[in-house]
């Protein structure tokens, strides 16, 4: 069966500084990634998606970037973090045909100081 | 663009009575439709989803859902909630084809009391 990893699971950082979320998936290949910002009330915000290796789509222009350097890693970077990136952010992925139902991850914490 | 509202933000209700979360979405040739819940702290896992066919959809944990095109309603429904039902719902919707996004409704907070 398939599974997705989030790591780490909480995270606190200083305004300013470096960020790196990672994403693991396990099961399938070829999966499509995402990157969602979870803010409280908001519901989901989609950051990125990615169809394949080093394929990257951003759906808003901000602080953060994202990256697929293996089939099932997709990781999630920022050079300088904000105040506004502080939020819970969640991975999922979904197999390449319709529906494409999305299965997440348990989530990181960002909290930024 | 496709848009997705759950005109509830919060539903309080009392144990073992039955409830209905409210979604709709704007119009399109054909759709998905999809509902997740979300505990505390924790990612969203999918209760159940539409495709095509019938239009009455089953899910886990006791929850149904009814597609109405007529009124692109997508509501959600449980004869009989537990406390452990007690988490935000959100309701999210696909236009299929080469479209690889889901939208999501902003969420519905169930609050089940004992």
């Known amino acids: 069966s398939q599974t997705i990893h989030q790591w780490p699971a909480t995270l606190v950082q200083p305004v300013g500084s470096p960020l790196s979320l990672e994403c693991t998936v396990e099961g399938t290949s070829n999966p499509n990634l995402y990157w969602y910002r979870q803010a409280a009330g908001r519901g989901l915000q989609l950051l990125f998606y990615s169809v394949g290796i080093g394929q990257i789509s951003s759906e808003v222009p901000q602080n953060l970037s994202a990256s697929r350097p293996q089939d099932r890693q997709f990781i999630l970077s920022s050079k300088k973090l904000l105040l506004s990136d502080s939020g819970f952010y969640l991975c999922?992925?979904?197999?390449?045909?319709?529906?494409?139902?999305?299965?997440f991850g348990d989530g990181t914490r960002l909290s930024i100081l | 663009a496709q848009s997705v509202t759950q005109l509830d933000s919060q539903v309080p209700v009392f144990e073992e009575a039955p409830v209905e979360l409210r979604c709709n979405y704007s119009?399109?040739?054909?759709?998905?439709l999809f509902w997740y819940v979300q505990y505390p702290n924790q990612g969203l896992q999918l209760l159940l989803k539409y495709l095509s066919g019938s239009t009455l959809v089953k899910g886990i944990n006791g929850f149904e859902a009814e597609f109405n095109k007529s009124q692109t309603s997508f509501h959600l429904r449980k004869p009989s909630v537990h406390i452990s039902d007690t988490a935000e719902y959100f309701c999210?919707?696909?236009?299929?084809?080469?479209?690889?996004?889901?939208?999501f409704g902003k969420g519905t907070l169930l609050t089940v009391n004992p």
């Open positions: 999210a919707v696909s236009p299929g084809g080469s479209n690889y996004k889901l939208t």
């Open positions: 119009s399109s040739v054909s759709v998905y």
């Open positions: 999922a992925w979904s197999y390449d045909s319709p529906p494409r139902s999305q299965h």
